[in-house]
């Protein structure tokens, strides 16, 4: 790859990410994951969800599905969700947080 190629297929740095929406079967399971082992905070509540995230700006929405299972061996499903964090010292913290957490 030139440099002249990598420039250009760059994305625009105005470019961001809205609020990523999980429909979950257990909302108090993932509430709780969401603000103790991610430390995100309840920004709002709307038709039975709720949206958590940082300084007010909501990340994730978690909507609720009750019986919602969860994903056999083979099919699709999410295993994993992306924060962009302001420092290093955030991430190592929240990475910290998350491998202690204990439902």
Do not use: C, I, N
């Given at each position: 790859?030139?440099?002249?190629?990598?420039?250009?297929?760059?994305?625009?740095a105005?470019?961001?990410?809205?609020?990523?929406?999980?429909?979950?079967?257990?909302?108090k399971?993932?509430?709780?994951?969401?603000?103790?082992?991610?430390?995100?905070?309840?920004?709002?509540?709307?038709?039975?969800?709720?949206?958590?995230?940082?300084?007010?700006?909501?990340?994730?929405?978690?909507?609720?599905?009750?019986?919602?299972?969860?994903?056999?061996?083979?099919?699709?499903?999410?295993?994993?969700?992306?924060?962009?964090?302001?420092?290093?010292?955030?991430?190592?913290?929240?990475?910290?947080?998350?491998?202690?957490?204990?439902?």
């Open positions: 790859m030139t440099a002249e190629t990598s420039t250009r297929d760059l994305l625009p105005e470019l961001t990410m809205g609020t990523v929406m999980l429909k979950v079967g257990d909302m399971v993932m509430t709780d994951y969401y603000q103790r082992a991610l430390g995100l905070d309840v920004v709002a509540e709307q038709d039975g969800g709720l949206y958590l995230g940082r300084r007010q700006k909501p990340l994730v929405h978690l909507a609720p599905a009750p019986g919602l299972g969860v994903p056999s061996r083979g099919e699709a499903g999410l295993f994993h969700t992306a924060l962009l964090f302001a420092d290093q010292p955030s991430l190592a913290a929240t990475v910290a947080s998350a491998a202690q957490y204990e439902p």
